[in-house]
């Protein structure tokens, strides 16, 4: 059975303090796994796909990278703005085209 | 930007009555999908439908559940006798692609069984 698991469930920084979330995965085969963001009440908002260990894509303050065991979001100097939870999604080579998602971490940026 | 849009965006219902959530995937996309989240728990996997067919369907989409694309910009969830479980939000997701898909999400329904 295909699983994700993240960690932190929760991070409270600083603005400007940098960190990193992680994503662990266990599946039969990547196809891919994709970063969200989600604001409360509001559905995922679409971040990065990444396919293949060593990949790394980039977007503002947000770097996401990819190993053949778990991903990284790594956030840079965050802004208050950053506060959302970020969900990361597995596609597995057996399961078609559905997500499997993790729990979530729940990132809050003070000022 | 195209976004993926859905109605209502609360519906209130009472155990036993059958609703409709109804979806707009972005205009271009071929597949569709509905997805769930009970408060505080995993978003899950219901549903994905393609060429007016489902495609893969998760252990959750029983008998209960079904989804019809009614025209040519509709894709609707029906859900025939709710249950107090079945409270939750539900997002509708639609993508260009089959595999890889980077599927994109609508800002959900928030559905309460009374």
């Known amino acids: 059975e295909d699983q994700v698991t993240q960690s932190p469930e929760a991070l409270r920084l600083q603005e400007g303090e940098s960190s990193s979330l992680n994503c662990s995965y266990t599946?039969?085969?990547?196809?891919?796994l994709f970063w969200y963001r989600q604001d409360p009440g509001k559905g995922p908002e679409f971040l990065f796909t990444?396919?293949?260990a060593g990949e790394e894509k980039e977007k503002e303050r947000l770097k996401a990278t990819l190993t053949k065991k778990e991903s990284f979001l790594h956030i840079t100097a965050p802004k208050p703005e950053d506060s959302a939870t970020y969900l990361c999604?597995?596609?597995?080579?057996?399961?078609?085209?559905?997500?499997?998602f993790g729990g979530g971490t729940r990132l809050m940026v003070k000022p | 930007e195209p976004e993926v849009t859905q109605t209502p965006s609360h519906q209130v219902t009472q155990m036993g009555q059958e609703v409709i959530l109804r979806c707009v995937p972005i205009?271009?996309?071929?597949?569709f999908y509905w997805y769930r989240q009970i408060l505080g728990q995993k978003v899950e996997f219901l549903v994905s439908?393609?060429?007016?067919?489902?495609?893969?369907k998760s252990e959750i989409f029983d008998d209960q559940f079904s989804v019809e694309r009614p025209d040519g910009s509709n894709f609707t969830l029906k859900i025939r006798s709710t249950k107090l479980e079945d409270s939750a939000m539900y997002f509708c997701?639609?993508?260009?692609?089959?595999?890889?898909?980077?599927?994109?999400f609508g800002p959900g329904t928030r559905l309460t069984v009374l």
């Open positions: 997701a639609s993508s260009e692609d089959y595999l890889p898909s980077e599927q994109f």
């Open positions: 999604a597995v596609q597995a080579r057996n399961a078609g085209n559905m997500l499997t």
């Open positions: 990444l396919y293949s």
């Open positions: 439908f393609y060429n007016n067919e489902i495609s893969e």
């Open positions: 205009s271009n996309h071929l597949y």
């Open positions: 599946v039969s085969g990547l196809r891919g």
